[in-house]
């Protein structure tokens, strides 16, 4: 009876689609990135995934979900987090990139450049929006104020509210991820005025909980990719 019911836990436990799990807002980076991740897998494997939205502290409690949880599930996320027990149940499964922050202003904003931005908060503090404190676009906002800019520091849960606060002229400006922003980059209503580039940040998918085969096909398919691919979604190979 105990090796019934472990095979039919086995059975049900491969039937289940894997869990995607989103640790930051709708319509975001990582949510766009996921999105194209999963069409890709799909279109390329018998895999199916679920997405789980889990947004909210840098990443913590997509993690903390994660960590928890006894599905087989991924997560994107970056090496800019310094809670290394945060990673304790998962581990990389695949690098998909390097990445820096890039700069938006509104389209009608006098800003041009990042020399003109400096010139600016020279006259007064600049409103800086960032993703939320101990995310990667925090800490290159931090650094870069730190050494150039007299910059008020604002912070948001996604980066759509913040761009819509670009538009109506709360912010000043906002550092985004390079990964997913095509969307901002490609709506007229802002433009880029400059990147803010970290040392060595990587964006890497997590797992826990696959088996092997699932694992070997995940990084088969994304081996096999072409650059273009990443490149695309804002990845620098």
Not at 14 to 26: D, G, L, S, T, W
Not at 166 to 171: E, F, M, Q
Request: charged share 15%.
């Amino acid at each position: 009876m105990k090796l019934l019911l472990l095979l039919l836990f086995c059975v049900n436990l491969q039937a289940q689609p894997i869990e995607f799990i989103v640790a930051a807002a709708v319509g975001g980076p990582d949510d766009t990135i996921t999105r194209k991740l999963i069409s890709k897998l799909e279109e390329q494997s018998s895999l199916k995934f679920a997405i789980v939205n889990k947004p909210g502290a840098a990443h913590t409690i997509g993690y903390n979900y994660m960590n928890q949880s006894m599905q087989p599930s991924l997560m994107i996320s970056n090496n800019t987090i310094v809670n290394n027990d945060l990673y304790k149940t998962s581990k990389p499964v695949f690098k998909l990139g390097a990445f820096s922050n890039i700069v938006f202003v509104s389209k009608v904003s006098p800003i041009k450049d990042m020399r003109d931005l400096v010139e600016l908060s020279q006259k007064r503090q600049i409103n800086f929006a960032h993703g939320g404190v101990g995310t990667a676009s925090h800490k290159a906002m931090v650094r870069l104020c730190e050494k150039t800019l007299n910059c008020l520091p604002v912070p948001y849960k996604g980066a759509s509210q913040a761009m819509l606060d670009l538009l109506n002229g709360t912010v000043d400006t906002f550092a985004v991820v390079s990964y997913g922003a095509n969307s901002f980059l490609q709506n007229t209503s802002y433009k880029s005025i400059g990147k803010i580039s970290n040392d060595d940040n990587w964006v890497i998918l997590f797992g826990k909980n696959l088996s092997n085969k699932d694992i070997e096909t995940i990084q088969t398919i994304l081996n096999q990719t072409n650059n273009d691919f990443f490149t695309e979604m804002g990845f620098l190979q």
